[in-house]
C-alpha cells in the first residue's frame, strides 16, 4: 500500500503550483525549465558572472511558521542572481520527521539512504511564473552513520526571475510512503539581476559589514550604475551599529530587584536602540539632497530574520558619479513593562524616545568624504 500525504498548499500564484510539478516528477515525466525572454543585457549593465550556487536545508526560523529555510552560499557571495547554476543539500536527517513524523530516525544508514526528495521551483518575476524545474537528490554520501549529505541535480536561474518559490517531494522506498510538502513550508528566496535588460535596469548597493566589522559597499548585480535606471540603496543595521559605535552607548534605563542564589540584588536594566537613518546624495555636482531612508525589517538584501536594513530608491539622470553619504540617528527606547513590579528606580519616563548619538558615515572614515559609485551610459537601445 502507497501512503501519499499532501500538506499545506498556498494558491495565488500565476502558473503551475509546486504539488502539481512534484506530480509530474513522480510520474516520472520531465519538468523542463520554461521562462520568457525579457531581452538581453547591454554591456552597461553588465553583470557578475553569476557561477554556481548551493542551497543548503535548515530548520524554519523560530516562532515562524514555515519548516525550513535555506543557507545561501555561492561561489561569488551570499546572493542568489540571474544565471546562476544552484544546487540543494541536506542530510536525510533534515526531511526523516516530514515523511515519517513521530518515528525516530533509524540509526541504520542503509534505511535512511532510501529517502528521494525532488524538489520543485518557480521561477518567479514580478508575481508572475515564468518558468519551472525540478531537482533531485539521486545519492548519499555516507561518510559515517550521522554524517550523510546529499547534492541534488543542478537547475539555472532564467532571465527575469526575481523570487524563488520551493515545493519539496519525499519518497521513501523502504515502504513506498510519500509526502509533499507546499511552498508555505519553505522560505522564498530572492533573486538579483532580474531588472538589467530594460531600458531602466535597477541595481542594489548594499553599505554592510565584512566579518571582521569592516566596512564595505557593494553593488550586488556588479558592474557600475547605468544612466536613466534605478539604484535601491540599502544600509545594514550592523553598519549603523558600527557607525554609531552601539557598545559604547549608555543604554541603562534605571534599576530593578532581582532574586538569585545569594537573595535580593539591585541591578541595572536596560532600553533597546534604534535607528533613523538618511542618506545625503548628488548627482555629479549638481546639488545635494539628504532623504531619510525606511526601516525594512524583512529585506531582500538580508536573509536572516530579525536584520533590519534602511532603503530608499534613487533615480539616476545621464550622470557620470552618484554620490552619497549617510547620516545616523541612535535613539534609546524606553521600556519598563517587561520589569513588572521589579522596577526600582527610573531614569526616564516610560515611552520616551531618547537622542544618544548622532554620526555620520563617510567614506574612509574620514568627514566629508563621500562614496562616489560611477554611472555609466545605458546602451540598453531604445525601446
Given amino acids: 500500500m502507497v501512503k501519499v500525504t499532501i500538506r499545506r498548499l498556498r494558491a495565488g500564484l500565476t502558473g503551475a503550483s509546486g504539488l502539481i510539478l512534484l506530480g509530474q516528477a513522480d510520474a516520472g515525466c520531465a519538468a523542463p525549465v520554461e521562462h520568457e525572454s525579457v531581452g538581453t543585457t547591454g554591456s552597461a549593465d553588465t553583470a557578475i558572472n553569476p557561477g554556481t550556487g548551493t542551497l543548503t536545508l535548515a530548520p524554519g526560523w523560530g516562532a515562524s511558521t514555515i519548516l525550513y529555510s535555506f543557507n545561501v552560499a555561492g561561489?561569488?557571495?551570499?546572493?542568489?542572481?540571474?544565471?546562476?547554476?544552484?544546487?540543494?543539500?541536506?542530510?536525510?536527517?533534515?526531511?526523516?520527521?516530514?515523511?515519517?513524523?513521530?518515528?525516530?530516525?533509524?540509526?541504520?544508514?542503509?534505511?535512511?539512504?532510501?529517502?528521494?526528495?525532488?524538489?520543485?521551483?518557480?521561477?518567479?518575476?514580478?508575481?508572475?511564473?515564468?518558468?519551472?524545474?525540478?531537482?533531485?537528490?539521486?545519492?548519499?554520501?555516507?561518510?559515517?552513520?550521522?554524517?550523510?549529505?546529499?547534492?541534488?541535480?543542478?537547475?539555472?536561474?532564467?532571465?527575469?526571475?526575481?523570487?524563488?518559490?520551493?515545493?519539496?517531494?519525499?519518497?521513501?522506498?523502504?515502504?513506498?510512503?510519500?509526502?509533499?510538502?507546499?511552498?508555505?513550508?519553505?522560505?522564498?528566496?530572492?533573486?538579483?539581476?532580474?531588472?538589467?535588460?530594460?531600458?531602466?535596469?535597477?541595481k542594489h548597493a548594499i553599505f554592510d559589514n565584512e566579518g571582521s566589522g569592516a566596512l564595505r559597499t557593494r553593488i550586488i548585480e556588479g558592474g557600475s550604475l547605468v544612466q536613466t535606471g534605478w539604484v535601491d540603496v540599502a544600509l545594514t543595521d550592523w553598519r549603523a551599529d558600527e557607525i554609531v559605535q552601539k557598545t559604547l552607548l549608555d543604554t541603562q534605563i534605571g534599576t530593578a530587584e532581582n532574586y538569585g542564589?545569594?537573595?535580593?540584588?539591585?541591578?541595572?536594566?536596560?532600553?533597546?536602540?534604534?535607528?533613523?537613518?538618511?542618506?545625503?546624495?548628488?548627482?555629479?555636482?549638481?546639488?545635494?539632497?539628504?532623504?531619510?531612508?525606511?526601516?525594512?525589517?524583512?529585506?531582500?538584501?538580508?536573509?536572516?530574520?530579525?536584520?533590519?536594513?534602511?532603503?530608499?530608491?534613487?533615480?539616476?539622470?545621464?550622470?557620470?558619479?552618484?554620490?552619497?553619504?549617510?547620516?545616523?540617528?541612535a535613539f534609546l527606547q524606553v521600556d519598563y513593562t517587561p520589569y513588572g513590579t521589579s522596577v526600582v528606580s527610573k531614569l526616564y519616563t516610560q515611552g520616551q524616545s531618547v537622542l544618544l548619538k548622532e554620526a555620520w558615515d563617510n567614506a574612509n572614515g574620514v568627514p566629508g568624504a563621500n562614496y562616489v559609485l560611477p554611472v555609466v551610459p545605458n546602451t540598453a537601445g531604445s525601446p
Avoid at 75 to 85: A, K, N, P, T
Avoid at 138 to 162: C, E, L, M, Q, R
Avoid at 277 to 294: F, H
Fill in 261 to 329: 542564589r545569594f537573595g535580593a540584588q539591585i541591578i541595572p536594566i536596560y532600553g533597546s536602540v534604534t535607528y533613523e537613518v538618511s542618506v545625503g546624495w548628488e548627482q555629479d555636482q549638481e546639488g545635494w539632497s539628504e532623504w531619510p531612508m525606511s526601516a525594512d525589517a524583512s529585506p531582500r538584501v538580508l536573509d536572516l530574520p530579525g536584520r533590519t536594513a534602511y532603503e530608499t530608491t534613487l533615480g539616476l539622470e545621464d550622470v557620470s558619479t552618484l554620490s552619497l553619504y549617510f547620516h545616523v540617528k
Fill in 75 to 202: 561561489s561569488v557571495d551570499e546572493y542568489l542572481r540571474v544565471g546562476q547554476v544552484v544546487t540543494f543539500d541536506l542530510s536525510p536527517y533534515d526531511i526523516w520527521e516530514s515523511i515519517h513524523p513521530g518515528v525516530s530516525a533509524p540509526s541504520d544508514p542503509s534505511l535512511l539512504t532510501t529517502l528521494t526528495p525532488t524538489f520543485a521551483v518557480q521561477f518567479v518575476g514580478q508575481g508572475d511564473v515564468l518558468g519551472t524545474a525540478t531537482s533531485t537528490v539521486k545519492s548519499w554520501n555516507v561518510a559515517a552513520p550521522y554524517a550523510i549529505s546529499g547534492t541534488s541535480t543542478p537547475f539555472t536561474i532564467p532571465a527575469g526571475t526575481d523570487t524563488l518559490v520551493i515545493a519539496l517531494s519525499i519518497v521513501d522506498a523502504t515502504d513506498k510512503s510519500h509526502v509533499e510538502l507546499s511552498e508555505i513550508d519553505f522560505q522564498t528566496l530572492p533573486v538579483f539581476g532580474a531588472v538589467l535588460a530594460n531600458q531602466a535596469p535597477t
